[in-house]
């Protein structure tokens, strides 16, 4: 068997795309296998959430670009429509958003689990935590159990509690009252700054809101395809997002802003030089964070929009202007470097958005936590979808060793 023809004719159905050839293994044959450990070629749905052209850098939450949606909506408005909801319904998603905000209050239940759990832990391995928790906590906030976009609502503004709990954990500080007529990004900074006089919560407050936007979704990475895998085997949905978060708080993943912003403390600690600095991790074959994308072979869309906002400059923060100064150098040495030209390697958001998160004022260590705020939203949408098209468990295949 030599020719596409034989592969075509014994082995694969050719399914019609625009932008793919796509090989469906014919049922049956025995003893067909692909290797493919990091599943470069393999699609594991079809999914109409979002779509990444990575060739352009362009990325689209159910067919709206990304830039056109940061500039001028609530992160919960782009989780009711990454959810699948008609984004020009105003009655729906100003229903979704003001139940979203209803739920974001820290009950009594959580709180004693919460506090339990010792001091030092890791805020992703502590948001697993929460989340499982919610599932025991539901019954007293939602109405109907069995809709899963109510549990989506709930989950969405439970990890924002979580993720502001763990901050006031650490700095000894109480839960104070919430405010439900105002936006999830607003009521997270105030639960965190509202006793810090000079914090400018509207500002921070609009300011995060663009970044939650910007990490809402990004179609089948490690997290959300973890967060499949559960949905496949029929787990529930906190199981699946609190699966999803321990994929996302890995270093080549998530856990990659937390490893920049102390790149960057690094720097400014020992005031290391830049071409110094990555020649070591070259000579080391260490990976360079913050840049690197298996699907842009460009510039992250993501990433070109933060760096817009930077250098709009509307902080006037001197320590902004010091981490960006760091980035604007690893970005114009990987430019120019034989080494990460040839291999296409371009910044990822990582390297920007914990400009933002230092900005707002949380620690580096909440970086990946600060993310996951936002990447539920599709963890969640994911989890909705692949239960609604009832696909079958996943089951990988190994050769032996
Ligand atoms: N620094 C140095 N070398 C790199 C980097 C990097 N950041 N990224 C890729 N490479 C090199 C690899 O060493 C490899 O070189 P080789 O061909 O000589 O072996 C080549 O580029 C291809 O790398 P792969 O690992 O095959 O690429 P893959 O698509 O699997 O990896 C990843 C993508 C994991 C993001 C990678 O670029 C990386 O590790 N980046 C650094 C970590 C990071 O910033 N992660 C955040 C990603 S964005 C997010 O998840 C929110």
Redesign the pocket.
């Known amino acids: 068997m030599k020719t596409l023809e034989d592969v075509k004719q014994y082995f694969f159905n050719i399914i019609e795309d625009p932008d793919y050839i796509v090989l469906e293994p014919k049922k049956n044959i025995k003893n067909l296998l692909i290797l493919d450990p ?1 599943l470069f070629h393999i699609a594991t749905c079809r999914s109409g959430i979002s779509k990444i052209d990575g060739e352009n850098g362009r990325l689209y939450y159910r067919g709206i670009s990304i830039e056109k949606l940061v500039d001028n909506q609530d992160f919960i408005d782009v989780a009711f429509y990454i959810i699948g909801e008609n984004i020009s319904d105003a009655q729906s998603k100003d229903k979704f958003n003001a139940n979203v905000r209803k739920y974001f209050c820290l009950s009594p239940e959580l709180k004693a689990v919460l506090d339990s759990i010792p001091a030092g832990i890791h805020p992703m391995s502590f948001a697993a935590i929460g989340i499982t928790t919610l599932s025991s906590v539901e019954s007293k906030y939602l109405e109907n159990q069995d809709d899963l976009k109510e549990k989506a609502k709930f989950i969405i503004a439970q990890m924002a509690v979580i993720a502001a709990y763990y901050y006031l954990k650490l700095h000894n500080k109480e839960w104070i009252k919430e405010d439900a007529d105002q936006s999830i990004a607003y009521n997270f900074l105030n639960q965190l700054f509202h006793d810090q006089i000079k914090y400018d919560l509207p500002v921070m407050s609009k300011i995060f809101n663009k970044v939650l936007i910007l990490h809402a979704e ?1 179609d089948q ?2 997290s959300t395809a973890t967060v499949r895998a559960i949905a496949s085997a029929g787990g529930d949905i906190y199981s699946a997002v609190a699966a999803g978060i321990a994929a996302f708080k890995g ?4 856990g ?2 937390q ?2 912003a102390e790149m960057y403390e690094e720097f400014l600690l020992h005031n290391l030089d830049v071409n110094d600095y990555v020649n070591e ?2 000579k080391n ?10 699907i842009y072979s460009c510039w992250d869309p993501r990433a070109k929009i933060m760096l817009n906002m930077l250098n709009a400059n509307e902080f006037k923060d001197p320590m902004v202007d010091a981490y960006k100064s760091i980035a604007l150098k690893l970005i114009a040495r990987v430019g120019s470097d034989e ?2 030209i040839k ?1 296409g ?1 371009y910044p ?4 920007l958005n914990c400009i933002f998160y230092k900005l707002l004022g949380v620690p580096s260590s909440m970086n990946t936590v600060m ?1 996951a705020v936002s990447r539920v939203a599709g963890w969640v949408a994911h989890y909705i979808e692949h239960v609604n098209d009832k696909l079958p468990i996943m089951r990988p295949c190994q050769l032996q060793k």
Do not use: E
């Open positions: 990091g990004h990475n490690c270093n080549l993943h998530g990659a802003s490893n920049v991790k070259l074959k260490q990976r360079l964070m913050g840049f690197g994308h298996r080494f990460f291999r390697i990822n958001p990582d390297l993310l």
